[in-house]
């Protein structure tokens, strides 16, 4: 969905996913991009955080949260 520029349902998607698995980093990652294609800084600085405490050592969520940060001063 998200390749096919379908943003709003991807979210949605990705909100579901999240909800049938929370304890899923890679769940919580694509939404964080999702949401932040969105705009919706914060929404998606919380799912960075998430995927983050979910793997630490994951460096793609590592990176999203720290962009995150950015946007979030922007």
Request: charged residues 30%.
């Amino acid at each position: 969905l998200n390749a096919m520029n379908r943003i709003k349902e991807s979210a949605e998607s990705l909100r579901r996913a999240v909800a049938l698995d929370p304890d899923s980093a890679n769940a919580h990652l694509n939404l964080a991009v999702i949401l932040s294609r969105q705009g919706r800084k914060k929404e998606a600085h919380k799912a960075y955080v998430r995927a983050v405490e979910l793997r630490p050592d994951w460096s793609m969520a590592l990176y999203g949260l720290a962009r995150s940060f950015i946007a979030l001063e922007d």
